[in-house]
């Protein structure tokens, strides 16, 4: 991906296909998880029409080496529900991803959950200057077989990511919400990101 693969995204976005994308890679070997994790935005949905044909010949946009060594098990269609880009430039390369997976089959849970609880929660987290930014993504179709929304938390560097429990019970302190919405929460995934050269 380094050498060859992020060259064919940039060539996509530069194309207008994509808007924009991401590459996240685990920090640990873990069966029950993803190794690496692609998070494609297209302008518009006609684009995503253009990106099935892709599909066909490279799933997941992956070149055929690749393929032989990772094949993409899931595709999530989902929507942007909520985020915030960093305020001022930063190195990604330096960013750590802590990725958050919720069961939620039901919207309206999801959302009281999103409002009350995720994004008052990474809004203080990015007051308190230990993260770069976020997104909050729900899936477009309900029954999605791993996750009904997913939080993606960009910490500022690894000094950043060590104050997490710190800050974390600072804020959670002065959050009120439905503690049994809270159990939707998954196993987190820690996670670096690719950065084009």
Same mark, same amino acid.
């Given at each position: 991906?380094?050498?060859?693969?992020?060259?064919?995204?940039?060539?996509?976005?530069?194309?207008?296909?994509?808007?924009?994308?991401?590459?996240?890679?685990?920090?640990?070997?873990?069966?029950?998880?993803?190794?690496?994790?692609?998070?494609?935005?297209?302008?518009?949905?006609?684009?995503?029409?253009?990106?099935?044909?892709?599909?066909?010949?490279?799933?997941?946009?992956?070149?055929?080496?690749?393929?032989?060594?990772?094949?993409?098990?899931?595709?999530?269609?989902?929507?942007?529900?909520?985020?915030?880009?960093?305020?001022?430039?930063?190195?990604?390369?330096?960013?750590?991803?802590? @990725?958050?997976? !919720?069961?939620?089959?039901?919207?309206?849970?999801? /959302?009281?959950?999103? #409002?009350?609880? +995720?994004?008052? &929660?990474?809004?203080?987290?990015?007051?308190?200057?230990?993260?770069?930014?976020?997104?909050?993504?729900?899936?477009?179709?309900?029954?999605?077989?791993?996750?009904?929304?997913?939080? @993606?938390?960009? !910490?500022?560097?690894?000094?950043?990511?060590?104050? /997490?429990?710190?800050? #974390?019970?600072? +804020?959670?302190? &002065?959050?009120?919400?439905?503690?049994?919405?809270?159990?939707?929460?998954?196993?987190?995934?820690?996670?670096?990101?690719?950065?084009?050269?």
């Amino acid at each position: 991906m380094n050498e060859y693969g992020i060259q064919r995204f940039e060539h996509w976005k530069q194309d207008g296909l994509l808007s924009d994308y991401r590459f996240l890679f685990n920090w640990y070997v873990d069966v029950d998880a993803w190794d690496a994790m692609a998070v494609l935005s297209f302008p518009s949905y006609a684009q995503i029409a253009r990106w099935k044909d892709i599909e066909r010949a490279s799933p997941g946009g992956l070149m055929r080496d690749a393929l032989d060594m990772a094949w993409p098990l899931n595709t999530y269609p989902s929507d942007l529900v909520s985020s915030a880009d960093p305020g001022q430039p930063h190195n990604a390369g330096q960013s750590v991803f802590f @990725v958050v997976p !919720y069961d939620n089959p039901n919207g309206s849970d999801f /959302r009281e959950l999103l #409002n009350s609880w +995720i994004v008052p &929660q990474a809004k203080a987290s990015m007051q308190e200057g230990i993260l770069a930014g976020y997104q909050v993504f729900k899936t477009r179709y309900p029954g999605a077989k791993r996750w009904q929304g997913l939080l @993606v938390l960009e !910490y500022k560097d690894f000094d950043s990511f060590s104050r /997490r429990d710190e800050v #974390n019970a600072k +804020i959670r302190s &002065q959050l009120n919400t439905n503690p049994a919405l809270r159990t939707a929460e998954r196993e987190p995934i820690i996670a670096d990101a690719l950065v084009p050269r």
